[in-house]
């Protein structure tokens, strides 16, 4: 008997993530699973899925926790043979009325955001199965603090020969003089939130480069996107999108079909490639 192709996705419990989950319960060719950090939000959003006739599964996962991503890793390993669509979902946000320190709020920020998201990379890559997809969830707040940046950070970021050494490097940069309060000064904006997203940008289009060059008859694509500005806890009931049409682009790069060979290392938005 085949083993089931599966998807995962991080941080899925509510918002885009649930949404996401949603549509490739309908959508995708095998089982798909909802993970959370935190069991019973977890399990409770799998039985409101279940009510609405869906069938997905679940599956603990904190990726600021190195051994609940092992733990999860060596699970799809060893009952799936791997992952075939990885969803990078999970993230945060301080609200703009948030008083906490700059400096803490960089920390905290990029730690999940950027440092977790690319440890959860480290791990779940190897295991991304030939023609697998693996999605970045950024943001155009990404690209809006890319532009706010001197013109030498831009020029680090925009570049293709950027190392993820280097890039790892200038995050801890950021957080470094965020919180000695001289970030300003030296080339970045005032956003913790953007830079955590165009540090994940640039890490997507790194691992896509690297990909190419280390596994091409894989032909496994990945991308970051921006699901739009959508009404969640983090976005706020303002928005312009609900949750469902946050999840069409995520969902898109996610089933991007058999033998495609594009669109890979790229920010997409609105199932359009854009500008880095």
Known sequence: ?????????????????????????????????????????????????????????????????????????????????????????AAIAFKMADTTPFGIQAEVTLRTNFFATRDMCHVFLPIIKPGGRVVNVSSVMGSIALSRCSPELQARFRSDDITEDELVGLMERFVKEAQEDVHSQRGWPSTAYGVSKTGLTVLSRIHARRLRQERPQDKILLNACCPGWVRTDMAGPSATKSPDEGAITPVYLSLLPPGADAPHGQFVSEKTIQPW
């Open 1 to 89: 008997m085949a083993t089931p192709k599966v998807a995962l996705v991080t941080g899925s419990n509510k918002g885009i993530g649930l949404a996401v989950v949603r549509a490739m319960c309908k959508q995708f060719p095998g089982d798909v699973f909802l993970t959370a950090r935190d069991v019973g939000r977890g399990t409770a959003a799998v039985e409101n899925l279940k009510a609405e006739g869906l069938k997905p599964f679940f599956h603990q996962l904190d990726i600021t926790d190195p051994q609940s991503v092992r733990a999860a890793r060596d699970y799809f390993q060893e009952n799936y043979g791997g992952v075939d669509v990885l969803v990078n979902n």
